[in-house]
């Protein structure tokens, strides 16, 4: 069947749980919604570039195939029928993973990541490869190799990354939802700046079995989505563990969308005294401001709450992923320097220098630290909250290490300063639309909670998104 | 007698000494300056934090800081 134009941007401004719901009850099928979904993509991701590969002919006889599979009477799960794409790092057996780089423009992994498997066993249909920063280390959606990524909302400033593509496909409406991966931000970041929902589970809470490594330590995998609700209904298909990967937890997998009631009143959520709002850009300020009344009007008791040992928590947090990615990377470090963009293997080099001891401190202290603030914040509220990103959203040029624009080093670093401690302290965490700014930016909101709180915050983020449209706006180029 | 070396020079010799990376572009000796803000970090959190000695263990503390069923 032919999918029209004005039907595709119908059927593309769905949330991924209304369009699953939606095969499921037979009202479209999966080969109009991958239609629907590679129209997009052929009409709006010359702008944002956020695709690196597209395998569109799989992903119809997959459609076709999963459409077959439910007329005779058989779902594969929740997700059946439903276009998405994944950062490219997620390896699929024989098929091409990049990394976003030129050192791994051809490698083709003999095996498939574990939420891959459970993602397509879920139903769902993967149509390509997302744009990313090379190896997933920085923080802008510059990518030397397959062309900068750019933001749906206006193609000149930064999408966010590391998984630029996944934000910047979710936001422009090409796909439902992407995986992304968070090291030190990388799925919040996108999220916040291109207007979508992302979540990190706990540390250990998804599989990274598959998945291109840069920190063992702080890497997760997650989704970014259109609501809290389509995050709720991906982490429910992703989390648990997975024999392959040792790390993952054995923690139970509870309904995460079932929890989301709407109703948080009497919940105590904290605003922090100390750090997270310091120096925070007036306009973001303003957006935070006006969230935390939203909260409160949805019957939230908003709590004062200090954050102990920040200091510990940021610079301990800044060293975990650099030498972990330092030894990752060593061999090509020796071999293919050139092969790296200048932005990376400046980076990757000065990590080097940082002594073992140190690292291990880093590693040593984690534990503490995180009873530390679980005692300090999380025996008074279930959650707390701060702006995902304390500035506006910049621009790409402005950004352009490679380039050698000024002050980019300094705005790189600025971008992941609420965003890296909660992957040193391993909380869940998802960042949410809050508003846009004065040139049409979105700003998120971060919650995050205890350890294994996931249903929590996305209740929180599900509360919010009820009471707000943020979620539902959409870029100038679909109004 | 000479003073302690820059900061550059030290990642320097420890990248070439322990893993034979050399600094690729001007970039990364920029970055490695600025290790000397980290490093102050570093030297400002010794002695303050009181369970410095204690043994730990960060996959027990997400254990026991759990969030319990709501």
């Not at chain 1, 052929?42 to 006889?61: C, G, H, M, Q, Y």
């Not at chain 1, 982490?235 to 648990?240: E, L, Q």
Request: hydrophobic share 40%; with cysteine; charged share 20%.
């Amino acid at each position: 069947m032919n999918v029209h134009v004005s039907q595709s941007l119908a059927l593309g401004n769905l949330t991924l749980t209304e369009a699953a719901d939606a095969v499921a009850r037979g009202d479209v099928s999966s080969v109009e919604l991958t239609r629907a979904a590679l129209n997009a993509v052929a009409a709006r991701d010359k702008i944002v570039n956020s695709f690196i590969w597209r395998d569109e002919e799989e992903a119809l006889t997959t459609a076709a195939a999963l459409d077959a599979m439910q007329r005779a009477g058989r779902r594969l799960g929740p997700l059946h029928g439903v276009p998405l794409a994944h950062k490219d790092m997620y390896y699929r057996a024989g098929k091409r993973s990049t990394c976003g780089s030129k050192i791994r423009a051809d490698f083709r992994p003999t095996y498939t990541a574990t939420v891959i498997e459970r993602l397509e066993s879920a139903g769902s249909i993967s149509i390509g490869g997302l744009n990313m920063a090379e190896f997933a280390q920085n923080a802008t959606g510059h990518n030397q190799h397959y062309g900068h990524c750019g933001n749906p909302w206006n193609a000149a400033y930064c999408p966010g990354g590391s998984s630029s593509g996944s934000g910047a496909s979710v936001g422009a409406r090409l796909v439902y939802a992407a995986l992304g991966s968070d090291t030190g931000g990388s799925i919040r970041l996108p999220a916040s700046l291109c207007g979508v929902t992302g979540i990190k589970g706990t540390q250990t809470r998804v599989s990274r079995y598959g998945v291109m490594p840069l920190s063992f330590s702080a890497d997760n995998v997650g989704p970014l989505a259109r609501s809290a609700r389509d995050c709720a209904r991906i982490m429910r298909v992703i989390a648990g563990h997975d024999p392959h990967d040792p790390t993952s937890s054995t923690e139970p997998v509870p309904d995460y969308e079932a929890a989301l009631t709407g109703d948080i009143r009497g919940m105590k959520i904290g605003v922090p005294t100390n750090y997270f709002l310091d120096d925070v850009d007036p306009e973001v300020m303003a957006a935070f401001e006006t969230a935390v009344g939203v909260l409160k009007a949805l019957g939230a008791v908003i709590v004062p709450v200090t954050v102990p040992h920040m200091d510990a928590v940021t610079t301990y947090g800044s060293l975990l992923s650099r030498v972990e990615g330092a030894a990752i990377h060593a061999q090509w470090m020796r071999e293919r320097p050139q092969d790296y963009a200048v932005h990376l293997n400046a980076r990757l080099y000065a990590s080097y220098g940082i002594p073992a001891t140190v690292y291990i401190e880093a590693l040593a202290r984690r534990g503490e630290l995180l009873k530390a603030v679980a005692e300090a914040v999380f025996s008074k509220v279930a959650a707390f909250i701060v702006p995902t990103i304390r500035i506006k959203a910049p621009t790409l040029k402005e950004t352009d290490i490679d380039a050698g624009a000024e002050g980019s080093i300094e705005f790189f670093n600025k971008l992941s300063v609420n965003t890296r401690p909660m992957n040193y302290l391993g909380v869940p965490s998802v960042s949410l639309p809050m508003g846009l700014d004065s040139n049409g930016l979105p700003m998120g909101l971060q919650i995050q909670g205890r350890p294994f709180a996931e249903g929590t915050i996305l209740k929180i983020a599900d509360a919010f998104q009820r009471g707000t449209d943020h979620h539902s706006k959409l870029p100038p180029m679909l109004s | 007698m000479p003073g302690p070396p820059d900061i550059a020079t030290v990642v320097r010799d420890q990248a070439a000494s322990w893993s034979s990376v050399t600094p690729p572009n001007a970039v990364a000796e920029k970055l490695a300056e600025a290790f000397a803000d980290t490093i102050a970090s570093l030297s400002a959190l010794r002695g303050g934090l009181a369970f410095e000695q204690e043994p730990a263990s960060f996959l027990a503390a997400l254990q026991e800081t759990k969030e319990v069923a709501p």
